[in-house]
């Protein structure tokens, strides 16, 4: 199969292979050898149909490791944003089609990379990169406004029973923050958004279900920020109160204790009546031990979402975003996008989740999960809280 010069992660060349299928992805970049497509049927014919499975082959490749998905995937998702999306001129003078505008913005999400070196990659210019990633952001947030939305009818019950089989009846989620690392903002307080790993950041708050999808994204607030703070501020704090999230028929628990619903949570937050955390401590019980383990198995799940996450978006591993006004919104896209890959039974490769350092040692990669130094202080959580994760641990 033929291959563009330098790395295996250039894929310029895919234009001519994938023009021959005429995909609507086959014009992503300029090739670096041209076939006529004439020629190309010719080859078909000679290797008895070999040339056709290379152009397959090459597709396929191409979207794993660019876009982080299948074409099939990416066809359904710029078919959706297609009609939304116009036509423009680069800066080299090329109309640039609307498939090749969210090709440029998944890539630019998937790869991490700057917008110089993305855009020279396409062969446009950094205004046309820019135009086309503000313009597939909001495409895509208005085009699936309901991916990432708290669970009903059947999706609720598939998700309490997941947590069922894991010892939580009537678990609704996980939830966790994670730091997205930025460059040192030049429009706000520096200080505000330096966390205590001596990083800038923003945090951002997620809920999880066993299956790794996103039901609730808050976003934005400054990497200073406690855990704590951020659920008080959260629209998932407001709505909890209000009674929204937690409804339906109740759970009667062991002890007399009833439940609506509730989540699994670290150490960063009290218990509550509806956030769940481990006992923790030196000397424990052997019922809290065996409770702790179980609770901290199953709010895995978060962390392997965010691992996915960022992992197959790598942007959000860099630092590089310098605009705060549309890094949560780029954030919530990709969160959009996760929960279509995962409904696409997209896999996922960990090998995403390893980099080698500067010292040639093959390491984990910093996913932002800044666990807390030390639990928070009980005092605040009521006896029925207390009871109800015994009721649990029971």
């Given at each position: 199969m033929p291959q563009a010069d330098g790395a295996a992660g250039d894929w310029r060349w895919l234009r001519h292979w994938c023009h021959f299928e005429r995909h609507p992805a086959g014009v992503l970049r300029d090739g670096?050898?041209?076939?006529?497509?004439?020629?190309?049927?010719?080859?078909?014919?000679?290797?008895?149909g070999g040339y056709r499975r290379q152009c397959d082959d090459a597709t396929v490749d191409y979207f794993k490791e660019g876009l982080q998905m299948s074409p099939h995937v990416f066809h359904?998702?710029?078919?959706?944003?297609?009609?939304?999306?116009?036509?423009?001129?680069?800066?080299?003078?090329?109309?640039?089609q609307p498939d090749q505008i969210a090709a440029y913005a998944l890539c630019r999400w998937a790869s991490g990379e700057t917008?110089?070196?993305?855009t020279c990659s396409f062969h446009i210019g950094r205004s046309s990169g820019l135009t086309a990633v503000r313009d597939v952001t909001v495409v895509l947030l208005n085009s699936y406004p309901d991916k990432i939305s708290w669970p009903t009818g059947s999706q609720k019950a598939v998700i309490l029973r997941a947590f069922a089989d894991n010892g939580f009846l009537n678990c609704h989620g996980c939830i966790d923050c994670t730091h997205i690392y930025i460059d040192k903002p030049a429009n706000a307080n520096g200080e505000d958004y330096y966390d205590r790993k001596c990083r800038f950041s923003v945090q951002t708050q997620v809920v999880v279900d066993m299956n790794l999808h996103m039901l609730d994204v808050f976003i934005s607030y400054p990497g200073s920020c406690h855990d704590v703070r951020i659920v008080h501020l959260s629209s998932l704090w407001a709505r909890v109160e209000a009674g929204e999230l937690f409804i339906g028929p109740s759970v009667m628990l062991p002890l007399g204790v009833r439940t609506n619903g509730y989540l699994l949570g670290d150490n960063g937050y009290p218990t509550s009546e509806w956030i769940v955390v481990p006992y923790d401590g030196l000397a424990q019980h052997p019922y809290e031990a065996h409770f702790d383990n179980k609770q901290k198995m199953a709010r895995g799940e978060v962390e392997w979402a965010f691992g996915r996450l960022k992992g197959m978006w790598r942007?959000?591993?860099?630092?590089?975003?310098?605009n705060m006004d549309t890094v949560a919104q780029h954030f919530f896209v990709v969160c959009i996008l996760h929960n279509i890959l995962i409904d696409a039974g997209i896999p996922f490769d960990d090998n995403l989740l390893w980099e080698v350092g500067p010292d040639g040692v093959r390491r984990r990669v910093d996913l932002g999960i800044h666990r807390p130094l030390r639990p928070v202080c009980m005092e605040s959580s009521t006896e029925d809280a207390l009871l109800f994760r015994d009721a649990l641990a029971d």
């Open positions: 670096v050898r041209r076939i006529s497509t004439g020629d190309s049927k010719v080859v078909d014919e000679a290797t008895n359904e998702i710029a078919e959706t944003l297609s009609p939304y999306l116009q036509c423009c001129v680069t800066f080299y003078g090329v109309p640039l917008h110089d070196s993305g942007l959000f591993f860099r630092t590089h975003k310098r």
